[in-house]
């Protein structure tokens, strides 16, 4: 049996750049973890930033990532390569896009609707999922990110996965406790085997594991 331990963070909201248990979030939401370079970047998402955790095999540094504010971060994917990071932006629908030193580039087309899963594939195409539609807008890098909905895998789609290959892809629905695929011939997708027991009354957060960064 693993034993569990607090990586950053001392339990107190608060906005504090520091070293592991000394640092503080308000609401820490989507992580990504870029493998290549052991870092890991964290949605604050009531702080409004994205934070860098860097020394994860030692004792972790938390600094901000980007000086700018990012409205809503609820889900980011970042490119192992590149290390330029996806955000999305919770119920205002948009990504932003983020330069490995912080700036933020622009990103040509909004969801609409809100946004809390994303997954980045490791050839930098982006996909994305309309939490109150559905709707699996692909973002295609090769074509200036221009974006296309290619399917509806239902409402209250809170995570976005997707293999190595970037064939097949899973969401997590937190409105009827399922998980659902489709395939990356971008179809119509179909339900996987999963509990469908309802759950009444209001959407309950979901604190991590928003989004995806696969490896090339």
Known sequence: VGSVAVFAGDFAVGFLDQDGTAARFDVPMGLALNPRDQLLYVCDFENQH?????NLTTTATVTTHSDAIIAQPTAIGVHTKTNIAFVAQGALGTLVKIAPHGNVLSFPT????????LCLLGNGDVFAADYGTGEVTFFDR?????????GSVGPGAVALAADRSGDNFLTAHDGDSTVRSFSGNYSTPTLTASATRSRSGTRTTVAAERSCSTTP
């Open 50 to 54: 994205v934070r860098r955790v860097q």
């Open 142 to 150: 090769r074509n200036a990110y221009a974006a296309s909905i290619v």
């Open 110 to 117: 909004a969801i609409g609707g809100s946004v809390y899963a």
